[in-house]
């Protein structure tokens, strides 16, 4: 959650309803990604009358992907499953991807947007391009149109904690992780209140970070253009012994300023196709963490009503 303070009220009275309609044990971790509004006072309020509820605190807006895999991981259940506040994703499709998880002995149940009539053009137009770029980057398994909202059983969970990346891409990391999945379909719902937190430099920012972290594919695009840069100049080469030995060797200044600005653009898009990549490097280098606890409500206690065996305590704090 990120300043969502105005849409808390029908998040809990829709998501307490479904979850205790389940009649068996439950926490809601719910992760304050930095909020500056009233989100962290109000959940404090309702945790009093909520005793399943966890509130997870981050000391900063450490993004949407780390906040997401903050949960996940401090998650405690045998089925950990992820939902934005917004109520675009409906709580009532719980029930549904629970009960398939249980009956198909899937590890992985996505949640498929089937009917995005509500979403603007360009964004069905944007989101649409990003997932046949992913497909075609990490391979089919990628579910169309799945976005966060998913349930993975403990094993999963306890697979993304042993890999290295400090925040990886779940939308691309599980379906990678090859575990057996199976999808719910459900039509995707306006923003119940609020404004939305994921404008389009965010889907921008998510797209890179999708790439980069994920593919190795801009550096081989980056050889293919040097290589097609330097073919063009050995025929710029060829066409100019040509023209030497037929004594037309007046040259004239487009064919070379145009030359000039092919080989720098080349050179420019190389150059920063690389960055992105020693960028990611020097990140990596620094060591610091994707987020930082700031307090837990579940710290030092077992979760309430779920078996000690199925609890999992983290070594430390940092990720």
Known sequence: MFNEESVLPLLVERLRGVLDGLGEAYEVVAVDDGSTDGTAARLTTVRGDWP??????????????????????RARGRYVLSIDADLQDPPEVIVEMLRRARTDELDVVYGVRVDRSRDTAFKRWTAAGYYRL???????????????????????????????????VLRLVVPWLGFRSGEVTYERQQRAAGRTKYPLSRMAALAAESVTSFSAA???????????????????????VLAWFAGATVTGWPSLYMAILFLGAVQLLCLGLLGEYVARIYTIVQGRPAYV???DSAAGSPARGIPDGDVVELADSLR
Request: proline share 5%; glycine share 8%; net charge positive.
């Open 218 to 240: 801009p550096l081989r695009v980056a050889t293919w253009l040097g290589l097609a840069g330097v073919a063009v100049c050995g025929v710029l080469v060829v066409v100019a």
């Open 293 to 295: 606890v700031a307090s």
């Open 52 to 73: 399943e509820l966890r509130v997870l605190r981050l000391r900063r807006n450490s993004g949407h992907q780390a906040a997401l895999v903050a949960g996940v991981l």
């Open 134 to 168: 992913m497909r075609r980057l990490v391979g089919q398994q990628v579910p169309a149109h799945a976005g966060d909202f998913r349930l993975l059983s403990r094993v999963v969970v306890e697979a993304l904690r042993e890999l290295p990346e400090r925040s990886p």
